[in-house]
C-alpha cells in the first residue's frame, strides 16, 4: 500500500508550514486575550480549528458560559462530521472504529482536501501521518506566537495578529467570487451582529456569534436556496 505513514508526513507538510503561520496569530490572540502560553498550546492541541478556536478564546475572554461555548463550536464545527462521513467512503478495511475515532479528531478543511483527493483507500497510517505532521505545525506556531506575545511590544504583536484574520479573508474570498449570495450571507452575518453590538449588548459575544450565523444562513436558504443537481 503506497498510503504509509511516511507518505501522509510528506504531503502533510504544506499543510504544517501553512498552519504553523496562521496559527502564530492563534497565540498572540490567546495572551491578548488574557490566557497563558500553557493554555493556548492546549487549547491547539486538543481543538484543530482555526475558527473554532478563536470564537471559543473569545467566548473565554468575556467570561461565556459552557452552554454558549458548546453551541458556538457546534456551530463552527459541525461541518467536520460531514467531512468525515465523505472520507469513510473511501477508508481500507483496517479502518476499525478506534481508528475511524482517532482519524475523526484531526479531520480539518486542508486534512480532508489532501484526503478526498487520494484514488487508493486511505489506511490509519496514512492519515496519522497527515495528521501528525499537520497538527504538530499548528501546535508550534501557537506556541511561538504565544511566547512573541509575551515578550514583544504591543504595537508589534496587535500588527502580527493581524496574520490570523488575513487567513480568514482568503478562505472566504473564493466562495466569494463563486456565488453572491454567499457574499450576501456574509455581510448579512456582519450586519446583524454589529446590530446585536450596538443596540442588544446585554447578549454576549458567543451568542451574538450563533444568533449572526443561523439568521444570516436562514435568511439566505429561504431567498436563494441552492438548487439540487439532477
Not at 120 to 149: D, H, K, N, R
Not at 162 to 188: C, E, W
Request: proline share 4%.
Amino acid at each position: 500500500m503506497k498510503n504509509t505513514f511516511k507518505l501522509g508526513v510528506k504531503d502533510g507538510i504544506p499543510i504544517c508550514l501553512g498552519y504553523f503561520s496562521v496559527s502564530f496569530g492563534v497565540g498572540i490572540l490567546a495572551i491578548k486575550s488574557g490566557l497563558s502560553a500553557l493554555i493556548a498550546v492546549i487549547i491547539s492541541a486538543t481543538n484543530l480549528t482555526s475558527a473554532g478556536q478563536v470564537a471559543g478564546i473569545g467566548v473565554i475572554a468575556v467570561g461565556g458560559s459552557f452552554i454558549e461555548m458548546i453551541l458556538t463550536q457546534l456551530l463552527i464545527n459541525c461541518r467536520y462530521s460531514l467531512m468525515a462521513l465523505s472520507l469513510s467512503q473511501n477508508l481500507s478495511k483496517s479502518f476499525t472504529l478506534p481508528h475511524r475515532m482517532l482519524a475523526a479528531f484531526g479531520i480539518t478543511d486542508e486534512i480532508f482536501g489532501v484526503a478526498a483527493s487520494k484514488k487508493e483507500p486511505l489506511t490509519p497510517t496514512y492519515m496519522y501521518g497527515l495528521i501528525s505532521i499537520s497538527t504538530i505545525g499548528w501546535v508550534a506556531g501557537t506556541f511561538l506566537g504565544a511566547v512573541c506575545g509575551e515578550i514583544l511590544p504591543p504595537i508589534l504583536t496587535a500588527s502580527l495578529g493581524i496574520l490570523l484574520y488575513g487567513m480568514f479573508i482568503a478562505i472566504i474570498i473564493p466562495p466569494i467570487r463563486q456565488s453572491k449570495a454567499n457574499l450576501t450571507v456574509i455581510l448579512l452575518a456582519a450586519f446583524i451582529s454589529c446590530m446585536i453590538y450596538y443596540f442588544a449588548s446585554w447578549i454576549s459575544g458567543g451568542f451574538s456569534i450563533i444568533i449572526s450565523a443561523v439568521v444570516a444562513a436562514g435568511i439566505m436558504a429561504y431567498v436563494a436556496p441552492v438548487k439540487e443537481e439532477e
